[in-house]
């Protein structure tokens, strides 16, 4: 068909001429009729992104188990019900159930985010079709409709503009550009990077200013913001560390335990002299002791407590594990535009005279409060023109002062506010009588206006051009002949320095009620303004913090180099040069990698660039979070290790995308997030290094009672009432430990590290080995004082908890002592654990129901205190241990870190 002709390659959209386009879909200026778009509308279907097919919910609750140290907990499970103990079997399958559910209702969300997209494209349109103007559902348009734009619509379809009047777009969501996008009917480069194709406007993007018609050129998927979502459904989400870790720990853990027990058990029948039978049921008593039930489970709280904390600091976390990779991140490739800056143009330098020093503004955002550093009231005519050859309104909310209109012209007004003026008395004293409205094709605004010094023009515009309409320049001492030369120096020193130059002039015009351009000659050249769109404030301190943490942070951005390289100075950022998105579409996976690891800021980016750089970032060895909230960010952000959104002013797809969303769109959340991360990461390496020696202990006790030939000295039901009761009460206590002096200043954590490191390991081996010597002696001790079995057994049990509760204190602090009136005295989490557990242990020695179900007895009072010894020696011993450990450490030369 005609209007499918180009689809297989050609000129592209933006490189034609508006007839050329219009020639090629098969259509004219006065549209369609509806035959024919009812055809296209078969051929081409509906103006929406197809919805893909949606993973069944069997399939997702399937693949919450799919985790080995869950099936380990579903085995344990299994064992005790196969031992008779059905509550604790219920107790298990019911943790197993709520993870999985924790995990399906976080982790099921992140399939929204095509949704997201597909809810950016317009409702509605105004469109012609036969020869008549009207509104349409914008899931009727094909391609060759001309569709009618005004200030507020938002692009229905991506359209070839064939004729515009001041039209501009606020492209933000889409390219990156913080300020509104001027529109115009000239084709481009065919090479033309997206932010630069002005002939095109894009589906889903806002028109700020003027009207305009264009012809619809894509719809639906083949939509820029459509190709988007299909890169963001054929992305790959990206599995956590912590995911993969805890992966390789339980298949390892299984591998031992289940080797330890197939070994143990051939021994036992071929030399030990058990039956099959009796062995068999020792190995199932080894392997309760072995597996540690509650650790799934304390993990899994563990992170959901980290989700509370985030909530609190404004940070929603929509995947558990998310909060503990942030720990682990060495790079954030952040977007500029709203993230690092305010998405809020103002005024920051003002030049009257090419020859003196600028003066300088302050203030923030749309505020009118802020200080002029200089002589304000020598820039009044300059700040006046502003005001008034100007549409748009400052609104103050609840939420702050915004703009309705361009951008920019809401940063003079709030320039006006600053220097005393305000704008609305100011317009009703001096009301405009005709305007030109600003177009791309002569780059400027003028309006007229009546005033009390009588009639005025007011114009402002693009300097070059305005330059070149004046003859004259104001100065102290009234109009002077312009010196083109210095103004043209001003104007480059401005632009080389990030900002957007704005010229402003103005002349009498008594003799006219109307203007043209014919009326533009001779004007008086007030001066400049540079804007920016300036960096947040705490950006600046949050920026500071990553890097003092080892954290690079990188600026992945839309907008031009220079703008980039300005906020990034201001933002204390190492701008080691700029990668272009033209520059990396040159590069090959190789090259990109390497240039990407040492390039801080990339403008001019496409989506496709900032996926590249994400990956290119990643098989460098490095962990990356993305931050962002625009449409843009939305396939960055599902592929990153961690993508965080901002929750104000991102946008659906974005925050659909990521997993975590900043509530307050505040940078510096994420250096609290990564603190957090941190201190989670190291809870969860506390918690495993108090939950396995406690196991280890057990089963190196049922190992050696085999060997020797010797009663057990605990039974399969009192090890799953430690594994169980005590333990989980205990070792969840670590789940609330706060941060560790010092947790921003260590470099991030190696990727890929293990959580078992060779420290960890000797830390397990050697408290499991005090564990069983301290039972074992303890059993040898009492027993040969004549005491029954069933005593040994019930002080081998309260021993074992006495310990845990000594070495949960030691192990609450792994980067210091513990031995210290804070750590000592614990926090309000550790001593309503150890209530419980005494209490626990006091029911379970003394209570007759108890005693019956676990075959106790009640404990000597100079037994108790033995006990209780050995909990004190355990604890000055390992206290010791880390001391000398940590002065060995400190005298062996490091290795430097490396990311691949």
Not at 261 to 287: H, N, P, R
Not at 660 to 687: C, H, M, P, Q, W
Not at 810 to 836: D, P
């Amino acid at each position: 068909m005609t209007e499918e002709k180009d689809q297989a390659g050609g000129t592209p959209w933006h490189a034609l001429e508006g007839a050329q386009a219009l020639s090629r879909l098969d259509t004219t200026p006065a549209g369609l009729t509806a035959r024919e778009a009812g055809e296209r509308l078969a051929r081409h279907g509906p103006n929406r992104l197809p919805a893909p097919r949606p993973k069944s919910l069997l399939r997702r609750i399937w693949h919450q188990f799919d985790n080995l140290l869950i099936q380990v907990l579903l085995a344990a499970g299994l064992i005790t019900a196969v031992l008779g103990h059905w509550v604790d079997s219920g107790v298990i399958l019911a943790v197993v159930v709520i993870n999985a559910a924790i995990g399906l209702w976080q982790e099921g969300r992140a399939e929204n985010a095509l949704a997201a997209v597909r809810s950016l494209l317009s409702p509605e349109a105004s469109v012609r079709r036969d020869v008549r103007r009207g509104r349409i559902e914008a899931a009727a348009l094909v391609p060759g409709d001309i569709v009618l734009l005004e200030p507020g619509d938002r692009v229905p379809a991506d359209l070839r503009l064939i004729e515009t009047r001041g039209l501009k777009a606020q492209e933000a969501a889409l390219t990156g550009e913080s300020m509104a996008v001027d529109k115009d009917v000239l084709p481009v480069a065919a090479n033309a990077p997206l932010g630069d194709r002005r002939p095109l406007a894009f589906s889903g993007t806002l028109i700020a200013a003027g009207r305009g018609e264009g012809v619809v050129i894509a719809t639906g998927s083949a939509t820029e913001i459509g190709r988007i979502g299909t890169m963001l459904g054929t992305v790959e989400t990206s599995r956590t560390p912590l995911l993969q870790q805890i992966d390789r720990f339980a298949r390892r853990l299984t591998f031992v335990i289940l080797a330890v027990c197939a070994a143990v058990f051939l021994y036992a029948v071929q030399l030990g002299g058990y039956d099959a039978s009796a062995a068999f049921l020792a190995m199932v008593g080894m392997a309760v002791a072995a597996i540690p039930e509650g650790l799934p489970a304390v993990l899994t709280i563990t992170l959901a407590l980290g989700v509370q904390r985030m909530a609190g600091r404004r940070a929603i976390i929509r995947r558990l594990p998310a909060v503990e990779t942030l720990g682990a991140v060495t790079v954030i490739c952040t977007d500029k535009t709203g993230t690092l800056t305010m998405n809020e143009m103002v005024v920051r330098q003002i030049v009257i005279d090419p020859d003196a020093p600028p003066l300088s503004v302050g203030g923030a955002g749309y505020d009118p409060q802020g200080d002029i550093t200089g002589d304000s009231g020598a820039a009044s005519s300059l700040i006046m023109a502003g005001l008034l050859c100007n549409d748009a309104h400052l609104v103050r909310g609840e939420a702050g002062w915004t703009v309705n209109g361009d951008p920019m012209e809401g940063a003079l007004l709030a320039l006006a506010g600053k220097a005393g003026i305000d704008p609305e008395n100011a317009r009703r004293e001096h009301p405009r009588r005709h305007e030109i409205p600003f177009d791309a094709a002569y780059r400027y605004m003028a309006t007229l206006h009546d005033g009390p010094a009588g009639w005025t023009i007011q114009a402002k515009g693009a300097p070059d051009q305005l330059v070149a309409l004046c003859t004259r320049q104001a100065g102290p001492g009234g109009p002077a002949p312009i010196d083109r030369a210095a103004w043209s120096s001003r104007i480059e020193a401005l632009a080389s320095s990030g900002h957007r130059v704005l010229a402003f002039a103005s002349r009498q015009a008594d003799d006219l009620d109307r203007l043209s351009h014919d009326d533009m000659d001779g004007l008086t050249l007030l001066g400049l303004a540079g804007f920016i769109d300036p960096a947040r404030p705490e950006a600046i301190t949050a920026v500071a913090d990553c890097r003092r943490a080892g954290i690079e942070v990188k600026m992945i951005t839309g907008d031009h180099a220079l703008t980039a390289l300005a906020v990034a100075a201001e933002l204390g950022l190492d701008a080691r040069g700029v990668l272009t998105g033209h520059d990396i579409e040159g590069l090959d996976a190789a090259e990109l990698r390497r240039l990407a690891a040492d390039t801080t800021v990339f403008a001019r980016t496409a989506p496709e660039h900032k996926l590249r750089l994400v990956e290119a970032l990643r098989a460098g060895g490095h962990v990356v979070a993305m931050t962002g909230d625009g449409v843009n960010d939305a396939p960055a952000l599902k592929r990153a290790d961690v993508g965080v959104a901002m929750g104000i002013k991102g946008t659906d797809a974005a925050k659909e995308a990521a997993q975590v969303v900043l509530a307050d769109d505040n940078f510096a959340s994420i250096v609290a997030a990564i603190r957090e991360g941190r201190t989670i990461y190291d809870n969860i390496r506390k918690v495993i290094a108090w939950n396995l020696p406690t196991n280890g202990g057990e089963a190196l006790v049922v190992i050696l009672a085999i060997l020797i030939g010797l009663p057990l000295p605990i039974t399969p039901i009192q090890i799953l009432w430690i594994n169980m009761v005590t333990a989980v009460a205990l070792g969840l206590t670590l789940a609330f430990e706060p941060a560790e002096p010092g947790v921003m200043d260590r470099p991030p954590r190696r990727p890929g590290a293990s959580l078992l490191d060779g420290e960890m390991i000797w830390r397990v081996a050697l408290v499991s080995v005090l564990f069983g010597a301290a039972v074992f002696g303890l059993t040898g001790w009492v027993t040969t004082r004549g005491e029954t079995l069933a005593y040994a057994r019930t002080l081998s049990v309260n021993l074992l908890v006495v310990l845990e509760i000594f070495y949960l204190f030691s192990v609450r602090y792994l980067h210091m002592t513990s031995i210290t009136l804070k750590g000592v005295l614990g926090t309000r989490a550790v001593l309503l654990g150890i209530i419980v557990a005494v209490s626990a242990q006091a029911l379970f020695t003394y209570a007759s129901p108890l005693q019956a179900v676990f075959d106790t007895r009640p404990v000597h009072l100079r037994d108790g205190a033995v006990i209780l010894g050995l909990g004190v020696a355990l604890l000055l011993l390992l206290e010791a241990e880390k001391l000398l450990r940590r002065g060995w450490a400190g005298r062996v030369p490091q290795q430097p870190r490396a990311h691949g």
